[in-house]
């Protein structure tokens, strides 16, 4: 389902934040990446979704090489994908359901159908109740499930996740990894990133591990 | 199909709202883009009148002939002869002064001043259509005339149409390359107020893109934005030129009717007044075409 291989990323300036990573993470599974803030799991997670290109290497998803997407193919490739930023890029200028329908209207959703699967989303995430609420008005929990809200409202096969846990007590971050299971359970290809070793702990869950832009075992 | 004409339905509400939520910076904007297309429509307007008034005279070289009222009479025939066998001359009417007269009493606003006067003041005349064109031999044929002793004066009567045209000919030139200009002064104003537009909406553009938006999608509001502004600027266009015409009419009356005349500066043609709408469309549409693509590229990762 998505597979890496001998990737490199380099940033202008020489700083490289990957080196020579290659795994494959197969459909339906679920793992954590794991690692120091500067490790490089942002940009791993980056490059999934062609929201940076590898300097080398080759990444796959779905049988796709998404570092050799064309620009107007890379669209549809992210609509596959639910993503979750590190922060979370909600839009406070709308209500809650508003910002999960954002995702909705790109495609070809008819408006009820839309709204429809924007309920879901929410009632998966627990905040169905919360709907007309402005995002200021959440608590950092809920601002969290508000975004993987949005991330699901496509159905997408692979759901990843920046440092979902990272400004959240250790009850509201289990809650979070609860929501991340849920889904994996129904099928869903799931990527968490963190640097918190207690709750990967506590989920028996396979770890790809970096450090210093390498995979270690 | 539905889902496209939706997309398009949305995003052109979209537009129409963000446009109702700003109405002043909407209505300045409308108003600085008519301003600067109602410049070259009123110009055209303006020349379209004054050509009218101009295509009364003929374009065609004409010389009139005036005769020496004591000319004798083997002069006249001379004169007469010389005019029919010329092959310069293509035509050649006699008008003798009595016709001259009645002509005159028939022209608007001179009756009054014909009846007033107790004797005929004018002399008797040729008028004749050259084949040449105005020039050196056109010249050549007025000076023998001129040494014909039946003929006390010849004028080229083509002299001021021809200087009119030319005048008509710079002033449209002069109002294109102004048109050129303030179309480009549109795409520019429009380059920047969807680029302000862009700025209060750069959060939502950017995750938008992060989670699969299409350019196309993200693009289709701003489309909408900048052509609404740009038909809204040529429609205020329109009304400015209508009513500056209707204001300067009032004058125009006075002096017109003063000579005579029922000259009033004629509206722009209907055809004119609407290619003016899908052109500010056109431009509206360009500067936002412009403003988000550049936009789009800038936030493009790398």
Known sequence: MISFSG??????????????????????????????????????????????????????????????????AIPYLRRNLGLVFQDQKLLYDRSVFDNVMLPLSFGELSGREAARRACAALDKVGLAAREKANPVQLSGGEQQRLAIARAVANRPSILMADEPTANLDAGAAAQILEIFAAFNQVGV????????????????????????????? | MRAWLRQHRQALAGALGKLTAQKYAAVLNALVIGIALALPAGGYALLASLRSLATGASLDPQLSVFLRAEAKRPELEALARKLQSDPRVREARYIPREQALKDLQATEGLAEVVAALNRNPLPDAWVVRPRAAPGAELEALAQELRAQPAVAHVQADAAWARRLAALAGTARLAIALLAALLAFGLVAITFNTIRLQILTQRAEIEISKLIG???????????????VQGLAGGLLALVLVWGGLAALNTGVADLASSYGSSFRLAFLAPGDALTLLPFSCFLGWLGAYLSVSRYLLEIEPR
């Open chain 1, 7 to 72: 990737v490199a990323k380099r940033y202008s300036g020489g700083y490289e934040a990957l080196r020579g990573v290659s795994f494959a993470i197969a459909e339906g599974e679920f793992a954590f990446v794991a690692g120091h803030s500067g490790a490089g799991k942002s940009t791993l997670l980056k490059l999934i979704a062609a929201i940076e290109r590898p300097s080398a290497g080759a990444v796959l998803v779905n049988g796709q090489n998404v570092g050799a997407l064309k620009r107007a």
């Open chain 2, 213 to 227: 938006a299409t350019d196309a999608f993200i693009r289709r509001p701003f489309f909408y934005l900048g052509a």
């Open chain 1, 189 to 217: 290809t799931v990527l968490v990133s963190t640097h918190d070793e207690a709750l990967i702990g506590r989920f028996a869950r396979r770890v790809l591990r970096l450090s210093q832009g390498s995979l270690s075992a």
